[in-house]
């Protein structure tokens, strides 16, 4: 049921019965759209343009940012914004200001994290005195926590709403259309203040304690409450870890005290590399590509000639890999993950200049027929990781009759425990 039409700007906007309205600037307005509908009361999201002086459409508004870099242009340019129509008797509008507060960096001034441009302000546009009253307090308290929490001046512009443009139908709902495997970050990490933050979340958005930590290296997996990839990422990924790396989570999206990421974080779940405190390398967002993560960390893991054999099918010269001699009770593991892949009780001298086993530990493995060399072979990589390790031949001994020729270098060896 409609409550009412009315024009804003070139658009006929209109809303739900018993509902109110307001429009918020918050970066890219995909991850904004996301957020903003994952609040309970929020009965609808839409992607738009809004306060410039130029025609309200994507293709213009970028252009128009370029003339105004350039200097040739002192036009007002859109913000990319999001219409949200919430019911009032489900969500206050205090509440609703609080999570435009809570998701996303409001002193970033004309950018927002990776996206830069005054069409990526911060800004809430209202569409009535009483909304404006509400917001600029709003601002006001929530300022007093980032204050509290390091944080420099809120730049969010607050004013009447003047003029109004739906999005392209394509930026409409685009998360939903185009999973990245990645959640928007949910802001600094800092709640606003009172009975509208609960005081575990509030605790759960800490940075970690460096303390606590490996400095040398340490992976931290940036996530964000209700964020499916997160625990998607968790499930298939952290609930398995077995890798030599520490691994830390983290739902703050700053670094632990003392410590240093390259630019800002914009999505969830983002894994950052830290050597000696400072970000090596990070790894954005999860779809369940498993081999493209085990080899975005095993290039800062291996050796360069580990690489060439994990990543390019290599081989090293028969004689001149580790573990030839290995004979103590023990397991060969993934040298990324940490996953077992042979028992030295299944090793034997083969003779070829490579270890050799004839039996690997049950699911380690996966075969692939290679027809490199002009020859047909049984390729064999790591299940966990998918590194290429070798071949397997049918002329082992028994019990199976296989050998499986391994590049001792892409081989790490775990002794057992003295008993």
Known sequence: MLKALFIVGAIIMTTHANADTIVFGMGCFWGAEKRMSELPGVLDVESGYANGEIAGNYEAILAHERLLRLGKTTKRNHAEVVKVTFDPA?????????????????????????????????????????????????RDVYQAALKAAGYGPITTEIAPLTTYFRAEEYHQDYLKKNPHGYCGL??????????????????AAKPLDPKALALKRQLIVFEAEDCPYCKQFKAEILDHWKSDVPVARSFSPQPPEGWKLEKA???????????????????????????????????????????????????EYPGTGSHLDEKRPGTFVDPITGAPLFRSDAKFDSGTGWPSFFQPLPGALTEHVDLSHGMRRVEVRSASSGIHLGHVFDDGPPPTGKRYCINGNVLKFVPDAAK
């Not at 969500?91 to 002193?107: C, I, K, Q, Y």
């Not at 779809?287 to 360069?304: C, Q, Y």
Request: no cysteine.
């Open 90 to 138: 489900k969500v206050s509008l205090e509440r609703v200001l609080a999570h435009f507060w809570e998701n996303h960096d409001p002193t970033q001034g004309d950018r927002q994290g990776n996206d830069v441009g005054s069409n990526y302000r911060s800004a809430i546009y209202t569409t009535s005195d009483a909304q404006l009253a509400v917001a600029k307090k709003t």
């Open 186 to 203: 949910g802001g600094t990490g800092v709640k606003y203040p009172g009975a509208l933050a609960p005081a575990k979340a509030a605790a």
């Open 265 to 315: 974080l914009f999505a969830t779940p983002t894994i950052v590399l830290f050597e000696n405190g400072r970000e090596v390398s990070r790894f954005t967002g999860w779809n369940g590509d498993k081999p493209r993560f085990w080899k975005w960390l095993g290039f800062h893991l291996l050796t360069p000639e580990q690489q060439r054999i994990a990543f390019e099918q290599g081989t």
